[in-house]
């Protein structure tokens, strides 16, 4: 399931005439991959490709999108992410290549790379290369070993936890910083804390959960991809492997209400991370999120570039960069009118949403059925968002009055632990009472001291 490590957000200038700054996801190996995840959307991306005899990126389509994606970048930093597919495929000696073709191109810029991998290749040699350059790796995993293996199985549909914690374990060897991607699919959504446990005892401070919703067309295109885009009129329903609106709501309130009330500061959850910047009033820096899109495309083995990792459609290629410019097709009408019909096309009912500022409607890509009063273009995840969104509300605003009176939002623990409290009728701890949070200090030295709210 391809997506990114800490995925970078789009930049506030998405919108300009011409972008000073933007992302591009690159697919070195195409679609080709190691593993056979049941829930793979990407793996058919092979159809587009007919007859191809080999998926590695060739040396000139590698350099020129180096070099182009470096000058065409009004930055001084810029970060290269990679995946497939399964990006170690290509060995250690092609990312070899990137990075010196990326110090030959710097130009004074500062370079940096993240790296998507599902970990059954990493050894000794991975992890020198990856520690040694500051590659971030994200490492995809679905949680404890039966809900991982349900449906992360390799070629011979035999599992693969133990070979991806092997994988694992080289990273913390050598040292490589890394996060975790969960995809949140209709068997592990059911196990949120089995889940969320599981990950911070692996060791991962950073975390990724990724909803998989795909509807699966009756009868495949003509092109060969049965897993169809939001816009298809094709007979198609969602499929057995997607999360259900509703559970993918109460998987993320349930990790939210042990984080919110043990792991602030200590355990990162990407979407938390992006709703507390909403509730500050800032543009939320992932592009799902965001009120428009359109500044996040994906880059084919070939050259070719599309819209977006979610959109590879034939209707979604902007073109080839042995062509046109790269500049000239991040920038081009086409990607412009896909940004901006994110927000064009949002119906009145998530205009008028009270949690609309938090969601925008989400992935274009998922707003496939019906509002209530039946305008087309509602996100299937819907219903889930609002019950997240206003479950997390007085938490985020308690963190959001922390952050903007300069303290730290962490104290939301001891605040939560008395709201609880307070909720279940409960008296409030005398000050030689022992703390709720359970630390074993007594109250007034721990969550009752005068320090705790700085």
Known sequence: MPDLP??????????????????????????????????????????????????????????????????????????????????????????????????????????????????ILLDDRWGELLAQNRFLVGLSIDGPQDLHDHYRVDKGGQPTFKRVMRGLGYLKKHGVEFNTLTVVQGHNSRQPLEVYRFLKEAGSGFMQFIPIVERVAQTP?????????????????????????????????????????????????????????????????????RETCGSAMVIEHNGDLYS??????????????????????????????????????????????????????????????RTPDGEEGLNYLCAGYKIFFKHIDPYMKFMAGELRQGRAPANVMAWARMRDLET?????????????CGSGKKYKKCCGSPAKAI
């Open 424 to 436: 279940s009728g409960r008296r409030q701890p005398g000050r030689n009472d022992s703390c709720p």
């Open 308 to 369: 977006c990792d979610h959109f590879v459609y034939p209707e979604n290629r902007l073109g080839n960069i042995l062509e046109r410019p790269l500049a000239s097709l991040v920038n081009s009408p086409q990607q412009r009118e896909f940004g901006l019909d994110k927000r064009a096309a949002l119906p009145r009912y998530c205009r008028e949403c009270e949690v609309r500022f938090a969601c925008n409607g989400e992935c274009p890509k998922h707003r496939f059925i």
């Open 221 to 289: 295109a003509p092109d060969g991809l049965v897993l169809i885009s939001p816009s298809s009129d094709a007979v198609a329903k969602v499929s057995e492997w997607s999360v259900e609106p509703i559970q993918y709501g109460k998987f993320l309130c349930a990790i939210f209400d042990e984080w919110v009330r043990n792991d602030v500061g200590r355990y990162f959850v990407q979407v938390f991370d992006v709703a507390l910047e909403s509730w500050m009033g800032y543009e939320p820096s992932l592009c799902v999120f």
């Open 6 to 119: 800490n995925k970078v957000a789009e930049p506030p200038e998405a919108f300009q005439d011409t972008l000073s700054a933007f992302h591009i996801m690159a697919k070195p190996v195409g679609p080709i991959c190691n593993l056979d995840c049941r829930y793979c959307f990407y793996l058919e991306k092979e159809n587009l490709y007919p007859g191809k005899p080999n998926w590695t990126m060739a040396d000139d389509v590698l350099e020129s999108y180096i070099r182009q994606y470096i000058e065409a970048q009004d930055v001084p930093q810029i970060t290269f992410a990679w995946q497939g597919g399964e990006p170690t495929l290509l060995g250690v000696q092609f990312f070899q290549k990137v990075v010196d073709l990326e110090r030959k191109y710097a130009n004074g810029k500062r370079i940096d790379n993240a790296f998507q991998t599902n970990g």
